[in-house]
């Protein structure tokens, strides 16, 4: 909202004059805030209009003046937050492979960092938005294409070469986000604040420019080198211990029960992915099933339990997947980063929903919990070692670098699911993932 710009109550409920005053204002910004407040603890799902008016110390009827839904007023926020991301966007200096242009980016991406922690709840509950059913994710959708459009035209000029610009910005953009959103939540393991700038400004240098020189890095970035591969321990799971596997259900079940449970639990992927987990209800999936909802849940007493067992098989082939990333990334004994990342994709695809619910609520449901970390655990383990083998001329810190891979994999394969002129999907992220986290930092150009 520009100064002086005049703001309409909504129609309706008798209200004498369509035009808020100064008082009307003050209110408006009033609830923002107390959803503002309520969403530091509470997720968007849980936080009720009746909530909100109570703790603003108004009445129901009288914030629907102000606002038509809670949906509304988070877009308020978020609007808020999108023109200071647009404003900063403004101030991306050229970008190149010599000092002045590394140091344009690493300063942009540690404002960058300041604005996200200036506005973490909304970021927070703005990733938690993040499904196709979502009634906010149009509008959050549409924000991030400008954006992205904004970034891709300044990476257009600065010459880049080797990604098509508007999957360079689509990159560049989607990472920083989720890796800040990682680092949020304790999905990251901790630095501290320049630490992690440096990792993050460092790796999406090397994926616009692999060609830069490790001495450009060296001139910019503070951060000390890690030599030795070390465990990853990551804050959200402190004290919590891997939970021993579910019940084997399927063993209740002859050959017909089980598989009409597979048959369940293949819908269930497919619908949790096309309309949110929380937007799904049990019977969105009946109603592809030739089942009555007594015979459901002879199989699955509750959809947390359709959820719960999608999660077990998403980690045990994650799992799998990555025990030969080491082997990919080396090419050896006939396998190849392309092939894994295709592999990879495919997964990613078929357990999106599961993703979704998984990151976006993990820190709520002891379960869940469980296999993130069990997840999370296996691809620190598997990426650090690769990762740690690299003769970097320049310095960072191996952990950040591992979260940032984790960023990178866990956003790219949706964002480039429209294949553009670089190539397929599992094509782009082999290339941006050897720039950002395999480059050696030498002064000839890296190959991808």
Same mark, same amino acid.
């Given at each position: 909202?520009?100064?002086?710009?005049?703001?309409?109550?909504?129609?309706?409920?008798?209200?004498?004059?369509?035009?808020?005053?100064?008082?009307?204002?003050?209110?408006?910004?009033?609830?923002?805030?107390?959803?503002?407040?309520?969403?530091?603890?509470?997720?968007?799902?849980?936080?009720?209009?009746?909530?909100?008016?109570?703790?603003?110390?108004?009445?129901?009827?009288?914030?629907?003046?102000?606002?038509?839904?809670?949906?509304?007023?988070?877009?308020?926020?978020?609007?808020?937050?999108?023109?200071?991301?647009?404003?900063?966007?403004?101030?991306?200096?050229?970008?190149?492979?010599?000092?002045?242009?590394?140091?344009?980016?690493?300063?942009?991406?540690?404002?960058?960092?300041?604005?996200?922690?200036?506005?973490?709840?909304?970021?927070?509950?703005?990733?938690?938005?993040?499904?196709?059913?979502?009634?906010?994710? &149009?509008?959050?959708? $549409?924000?991030?294409?400008?954006?992205?459009?904004? *970034? /891709?035209? +300044?990476? !257009?000029?600065?010459? =880049?070469?080797?990604?098509?610009?508007?999957?360079?910005?689509?990159?560049?953009?989607?990472?920083?986000?989720?890796?800040?959103?990682?680092?949020?939540?304790?999905?990251?393991?901790?630095?501290?604040?320049?630490?992690?700038?440096?990792?993050?400004?460092?790796?999406?240098?090397?994926?616009?420019?692999?060609?830069?020189?490790?001495?450009?890095?060296?001139?910019?970035?503070?951060?000390?080198?890690?030599?030795? &591969?070390?465990?990853? $321990?990551?804050?959200?799971?402190?004290?919590?211990? *891997? /939970?021993? +596997?579910? !019940?084997?259900?399927? =063993?209740?079940?002859?050959?017909?029960?089980?598989?009409?449970?597979?048959?369940?639990?293949?819908?269930?992927?497919?619908?949790?992915?096309?309309?949110?987990?929380?937007?799904?209800?049990?019977?969105?999936?009946?109603?592809?099933?030739?089942?009555?909802?007594?015979?459901?849940?002879?199989?699955?007493?509750?959809?947390?339990?359709?959820?719960?067992?999608?999660?077990?098989?998403?980690?045990?082939?994650?799992?799998?997947?990555?025990?030969?990333?080491?082997?990919?990334?080396?090419?050896?004994?006939?396998?190849?980063?392309?092939?894994?990342?295709?592999?990879?994709?495919?997964?990613?695809?078929?357990?999106?929903?599961?993703?979704?619910?998984?990151?976006?609520?993990?820190?709520?449901?002891?379960?869940?919990?469980?296999?993130?970390?069990?997840?999370?655990?296996?691809?620190?383990?598997?990426?650090?070692?690769?990762?740690?083998?690299?003769?970097?001329?320049?310095?960072?810190?191996?952990?950040?670098?591992?979260?940032?891979?984790?960023?990178?994999?866990?956003?790219?394969?949706?964002?480039?699911?429209?294949?553009?002129?670089?190539?397929?999907?599992?094509?782009?992220?082999?290339?941006?993932?050897?720039?950002?986290?395999?480059?050696?930092?030498?002064?000839?150009?890296?190959?991808?």
């Amino acid at each position: 909202m520009t100064s002086g710009e005049e703001i309409r109550r909504r129609d309706g409920y008798g209200a004498t004059s369509l035009i808020v005053g100064e008082r009307g204002t003050r209110t408006r910004r009033r609830i923002a805030d107390v959803l503002l407040r309520l969403l530091a603890s509470q997720s968007f799902h849980d936080v009720s209009v009746d909530a909100i008016a109570k703790a603003a110390g108004i009445s129901r009827p009288t914030l629907y003046q102000y606002f038509e839904s809670k949906e509304q007023i988070f877009l308020e926020l978020l609007e808020e937050c999108g023109r200071a991301i647009s404003r900063l966007a403004e101030r991306l200096g050229p970008l190149s492979p010599t000092q002045i242009g590394f140091d344009n980016l690493h300063w942009w991406l540690g404002e960058w960092a300041d604005l996200y922690d200036r506005y973490r709840t909304v970021h927070l509950q703005w990733a938690g938005m993040d499904s196709p059913a979502h009634p906010v994710r &149009p509008a959050i959708a $549409e924000f991030m294409t400008r954006y992205q459009s904004r *970034v /891709a035209k +300044r990476i !257009e000029r600065s010459g =880049a070469e080797g990604l098509d610009p508007e999957d360079a910005a689509a990159i560049l953009v989607n990472t920083v986000h989720r890796y800040h959103y990682f680092r949020a939540l304790g999905f990251a393991p901790p630095d501290d604040p320049s630490t992690r700038v440096d990792a993050l400004a460092t790796c999406m240098q090397f994926m616009l420019f692999p060609g830069t020189a490790g001495e450009v890095i060296r001139a910019v970035t503070d951060s000390e080198t890690g030599t030795e &591969p070390k465990p990853i $321990e990551y804050p959200l799971f402190a004290g919590v211990s *891997v /939970a021993a +596997r579910r !019940e084997d259900r399927p =063993a209740r079940f002859g050959p017909r029960g089980q598989l009409t449970r597979r048959r369940i639990l293949d819908i269930a992927a497919t619908t949790f992915r096309e309309n949110g987990f929380h937007e799904t209800s049990i019977d969105d999936v009946l109603s592809q099933l030739d089942l009555t909802r007594g015979a459901f849940y002879k199989y699955f007493p509750t959809k947390d339990d359709l959820l719960y067992e999608l999660a077990e098989e998403c980690a045990d082939g994650f799992g799998t997947l990555f025990s030969t990333f080491s082997l990919a990334v080396d090419g050896r004994e006939g396998h190849g980063l392309v092939l894994w990342m295709h592999e990879f994709v495919e997964l990613h695809q078929r357990y999106l929903g599961v993703m979704r619910a998984w990151f976006h609520g993990a820190w709520q449901d002891a379960h869940l919990t469980a296999t993130a970390q069990r997840l999370t655990d296996v691809v620190a383990s598997n990426a650090i070692q690769p990762v740690a083998a690299v003769d970097r001329r320049y310095p960072v810190s191996l952990p950040a670098v591992v979260s940032v891979l984790f960023a990178m994999l866990e956003q790219l394969p949706e964002i480039l699911a429209t294949p553009t002129a670089g190539g397929d999907t599992a094509s782009i992220m082999t290339i941006a993932i050897r720039r950002a986290i395999f480059s050696s930092g030498s002064p000839a150009p890296a190959t991808s």
